[in-house]
C-alpha cells in the first residue's frame, strides 16, 4: 500500500538555526498538509497545499514558517529560525482531492537545543 | 469554529472486553469525521471515516463507530479488544467552513490489561 514518508525521522537544531522537513507524499495525491504535535498535546494543523499555493493555514504558521514543492514529488516545511517553543513532531499528509481521508507520514521529531 | 472533544484521556480495559470510546464534535453543518490510531512513534493511521449515509461505519482491525447528530457524537466500538489495541486513539473533524484541515481531539490513551 503506498504511504506518506518523512525524513529524517529525528532532527536535532540549535535554536536559531533553519529547518527543513522533508515528505514524500502518495504519488497520486493532491492536497497536502503539515501537522505538528507537541509532546503530551493534540495534533495541529499548520498549513494546507495544493495546486503549488498554499490554501489554508493556521495561526501558528507565521513568517518563520514556508512551504515547498520543490520538485513534483517533494513536500517540504521550513523553518527559518528555529525557537525551543518548535519542538515537537512534525506530521506531513496527503488526500486524493480536498476532502477525502488524510494519509500520514510516521513523522519528524524536532528537537530544538 | 470547528472544535473536538475527546472527555477520557485514560481508558484501561481487559483483553476480550469491549470498548467504546467517546467523541462529541461541534460543528455548523454535516460533518465529515474521522478515526485515527497512534502507536508509540509512529505516525496517524487511519481506522474509519463517516462522510454520509449510513450513521454506522464499519473500519480496519475490527472498529466500527455510529455517527449520532442528535447528540453531535461520533463514539468509536470494539467488541472485543486485543492487546495490540493499546494506543491513543485520536477523533477528527473536517469539511465545511473549516475547510479540508483536520480538527483533532485531544486523544484517549488506551491500556489494555492481560
Known amino acids: 500500500e503506498p504511504e506518506v514518508t518523512q525524513t529524517p525521522s529525528h532532527q536535532v537544531t540549535q535554536m536559531g538555526q533553519e529547518v527543513i522537513l522533508r515528505c514524500v507524499p502518495i504519488?497520486?495525491?493532491?492536497?497536502f498538509y503539515w501537522y505538528r504535535q507537541i509532546l503530551g498535546q493534540k495534533v495541529e494543523f499548520l498549513v494546507s497545499?495544493?495546486?503549488?499555493?498554499?490554501?489554508?493555514k493556521s495561526e501558528i504558521f507565521d513568517d518563520q514558517f514556508s512551504v515547498e514543492r520543490p520538485d513534483g514529488s517533494n513536500f517540504t516545511l521550513k523553518i527559518r529560525s528555529t525557537k525551543l517553543e518548535d519542538s515537537a513532531m512534525y506530521f506531513c499528509?496527503?488526500?486524493?482531492?480536498?476532502?477525502?481521508?488524510?494519509?500520514f507520514g510516521d513523522g519528524t521529531r524536532l528537537s530544538i537545543l | 469554529a470547528q472544535s473536538v472533544t475527546q472527555p477520557d484521556i485514560h481508558i484501561t480495559v481487559s483483553e476480550g472486553a469491549s470498548l467504546e470510546l467517546r467523541c462529541n464534535y461541534s460543528y455548523g453543518a454535516t460533518p465529515y469525521l474521522f478515526w485515527y490510531v497512534q502507536s508509540p512513534g509512529q505516525g496517524l493511521q487511519l481506522l474509519l471515516k463517516?462522510?454520509?449515509?449510513?450513521?454506522l461505519v464499519q473500519g480496519i482491525k475490527g472498529f466500527e463507530a455510529e455517527f449520532k447528530r442528535s447528540q453531535s457524537s461520533f463514539n468509536l466500538r470494539k467488541p472485543s479488544v486485543h492487546w495490540s489495541d493499546a494506543a491513543e486513539y485520536f477523533c477528527?473533524?473536517?469539511?465545511?467552513?473549516?475547510?479540508?484541515?483536520?480538527?483533532f481531539g485531544t486523544g484517549t490513551q488506551l491500556k489494555v490489561e492481560l
Open positions: 463517516y462522510f454520509s449515509g449510513d450513521t
Open positions: 497545499f495544493y495546486n503549488n499555493e498554499i490554501s489554508e
Open positions: 504519488s497520486n495525491h493532491l492536497y
Open positions: 499528509a496527503s488526500s486524493e482531492e480536498g476532502i477525502q481521508p488524510q494519509h
Open positions: 477528527a473533524v473536517a469539511g465545511g467552513g473549516g475547510g479540508n484541515k483536520l480538527t
